[in-house]
């Protein structure tokens, strides 16, 4: 409420999508009545931002740092670094969010504090090549056989044009990355499944003339990633939950696993994100993705 920005929850172990929703938005039964307000509205109402919005993804796009880590750094489970508030690389210096200073930081806890430094330095030493190549394995430009139209998300980092600074700013989900809340989504579903995703669907049952019924059922799309990774990513976005920067979310008896972020923008207040997933009674329930456009800092 107040805000513009875009809320995605699915059943990742179905691809049913529940909640697809743009803010502000507008009642299709008064559309054309309405139209010329509409359609003049600063706010773009008609905007779908969930499946269309392009947005730096922010801390998000840890998650594809550190499985770019588990796959280009064979000693990534000790790649430790000592965060003094800022990394500097190039002629530029890159700051942990409102100026915190971690301290030493093991990958885990470094995912949990959303520590900006940390991934920066850990994306130098990989290149940019293994970001852009983790972000292809994991289909960012795909529309996952969707029936809305999508924007493409991408990254763009390549060894041909890898100033470090970009790689670095890549490594945080800034630079030229660009990400749409359904893309996310599906990322998110991917690990919560063990690294599999299944297609995403809107019609539960389609119902003809006669009265014959045809149920929408789950089809498997593909596998995003093997489930020894998704296991890891799952135990690192338990500890942003637990301690780290969404331990609002923290509840006893609730599962809860996610990765917040923020997202620096020219001219404005950041962009907030949050992506995570739940269990009841140790199965899979929802997948989560919010996008508050300026809404802040992650914290």
Known sequence: SGYKGAVVIT?????????LMSSPSYDP??????????????DSPLYARATQGLYPPGSTFKLITALAMMRAMPDYENYTYVCDGSYEVGNNS????????????????????????????????????????????????????????????SVVVSSEYEADSMVAQTGIGQGETQMTPFYLNMLTCSIANGGVLYTPYLIDQTIDASGAVEKTLPKLW?????????????????????????????????SIYGKTGTAQID?????????????????????????VENGGSEK
Request: aromatic letters at 10%; one cysteine or more.
């Open 29 to 42: 039964a008064d559309v054309i009545d309405n139209w010329d307000n509409i359609a003049a509205n600063e």
């Open 94 to 153: 890159i700051s942990c969010a409102g100026g915190a200073v971690h301290g030493y930081m093991t990958l885990e806890d470094a995912f949990a504090y959303s520590c900006n430094g940390y991934f920066a330095s850990a994306a130098v030493q990989m290149g940019g090549d293994a970001l852009r190549e983790t972000a292809e394995y994991l289909n960012i430009s795909e529309s996952f056989d969707f029936i809305l139209p999508q924007s493409e998300s």
């Open 267 to 291: 001219g404005g207040e950041d962009h907030s994100w949050f992506t995570g997933y739940t269990k009841v009674n140790g199965q899979v329930d929802l997948a989560i993705t919010v996008l």
């Open 222 to 254: 593909g596998t995003m990633m093997s489930a020894a990774e998704a296991t890891y990513l799952e135990n690192l976005m338990t500890g942003v939950v637990q301690y780290g920067t969404a331990s609002s979310l923290y509840h006893e008896g609730v």
């Open 11 to 19: 059943e990742p172990s179905t691809g049913k999508v529940r909640v």
